[in-house]
């Protein structure tokens, strides 16, 4: 936790390969499951919608 508070952010990773868990919308946006969990958490950490940074798996590997 105290490395996350230092950075300011939660880097959390969403796995696209699973439908409903994680994909990026037309305008750019990230939804689904892991989207959701992950902002959750965030919010726990800290109320500033900006806090969270996310990135899908796949569009990283191709």
Known sequence: ???VKDRGY??????NALP????????????????DFCRAVAAAISPKEERTRLFL???LTH
Request: hydrophobic residues 40%; proline residues 4%; contains cysteine.
């Open 57 to 59: 798996s796949q569009i």
């Open 10 to 15: 939660l880097i959390g990773g969403c796995n």
């Open 20 to 35: 409903g868990f994680g994909f990026l919308e037309p305008d750019g946006t990230f939804s689904g499951f892991d989207v």
């Open 1 to 3: 936790m105290d490395v």
